[in-house]
């Protein structure tokens, strides 16, 4: 039988591992994820189990069987929209942060107002063409957001060979830059969870004040 755990017994036992400070910037932030596949829900998971206070969490699609083998979702989950599937676990782990989901496709029209209070938002698409579409939109119209994206993370390479870089001053970069779905053919769980990792270690960092990754 579950025991009922308070909003503020829950932010006491965050703040015992993270440190008053550290925890006082977390539970501020808000933070956008576009894309919830592999990367985008391990991602998520990760920021939530840091108690980061408000998560904008956007995708159109639903779970199908093939995302199991590496995204954050379960047999149970299978149909649902993602941020549907997603929010429910997400709300598990912490049901005192602020979820805010959408199930639409990200479009130069609608970016903008998705993602208006976002200090940090992660690109977790697949598709390059979106990639690209999601980085323009952020660099020129939301000057107020940095962006963490993510490239190269299939195939069964060392987990080594992923790293996170700063590309230009609001563009944080993770994964290992060549191995491109099209080309290795296979996404397996670890490495991809191990660029979810940089992603969210990234936002972390910045938002504890360090700009270096």
Same mark, same amino acid.
């Given at each position: 039988?579950?025991?009922? /755990? +308070?909003?503020?017994?829950?932010?006491?036992?965050?703040? @015992?591992? *993270?440190?008053?400070?550290?925890?006082?910037?977390?539970?501020? @932030?808000? /933070?956008?994820?576009?894309?919830?596949?592999?990367?985008? #829900?391990?991602?998520?998971?990760?920021?939530?189990?840091?108690? %980061?206070?408000?998560?904008?969490?956007?995708? &159109?699609?639903? %779970?199908?069987?093939?995302?199991?083998?590496?995204? *954050? =979702?379960?047999?149970?989950?299978?149909?649902?929209?993602?941020?549907?599937?997603?929010?429910?676990?997400?709300?598990?782990?912490?049901? =005192? !942060?602020? =979820?805010?989901? *959408?199930?639409?496709?990200?479009?130069?029209?609608? /970016?903008?107002?998705? &993602?208006?209070?976002?200090?940090?938002?992660?690109?977790?698409? $697949?598709?390059?063409?979106?990639?690209?579409?999601?980085? +323009?939109?952020?660099?020129?119209? !939301?000057?107020?957001?940095?962006? %963490?994206?993510?490239?190269?993370?299939?195939?069964?390479? #060392?987990?080594?060979? /992923?790293?996170?870089?700063?590309?230009?001053?609001?563009? =944080?970069?993770?994964? $290992?830059?060549?191995? $491109?779905?099209?080309? $290795?053919?296979?996404?397996?769980?670890?490495?991809?969870? %191990?660029?979810?990792? *940089?992603?969210?270690?990234?936002?972390?960092?910045?938002?504890?004040?360090?700009?270096?990754?």
């Amino acid at each position: 039988m579950q025991t009922a /755990i +308070t909003q503020a017994q829950l932010q006491a036992a965050l703040t @015992a591992r *993270h440190g008053a400070e550290r925890q006082e910037k977390l539970s501020r @932030a808000c /933070i956008g994820i576009a894309g919830l596949g592999g990367l985008g #829900s391990n991602i998520a998971v990760q920021l939530a189990r840091l108690g %980061v206070g408000r998560l904008v969490l956007v995708d &159109f699609d639903r %779970v199908e069987l093939s995302n199991l083998n590496r995204q *954050h =979702y379960r047999l149970c989950d299978i149909g649902q929209p993602k941020p549907t599937a997603l929010l429910q676990q997400l709300q598990q782990i912490n049901p =005192y !942060l602020r =979820y805010e989901t *959408h199930c639409l496709r990200l479009t130069p029209q609608n /970016i903008p107002a998705i &993602f208006a209070d976002c200090s940090i938002i992660c690109e977790a698409f $697949d598709d390059a063409a979106a990639k690209a579409m999601l980085t +323009t939109m952020v660099l020129q119209q !939301l000057p107020q957001s940095v962006l %963490v994206a993510c490239s190269g993370m299939a195939g069964n390479d #060392s987990a080594n060979a /992923i790293t996170t870089k700063k590309r230009l001053q609001r563009l =944080y970069l993770c994964g $290992d830059g060549t191995t $491109d779905i099209n080309i $290795d053919g296979s996404l397996l769980a670890p490495r991809v969870s %191990v660029c979810a990792a *940089h992603a969210a270690t990234m936002v972390m960092r910045l938002l504890l004040g360090c700009t270096t990754p």
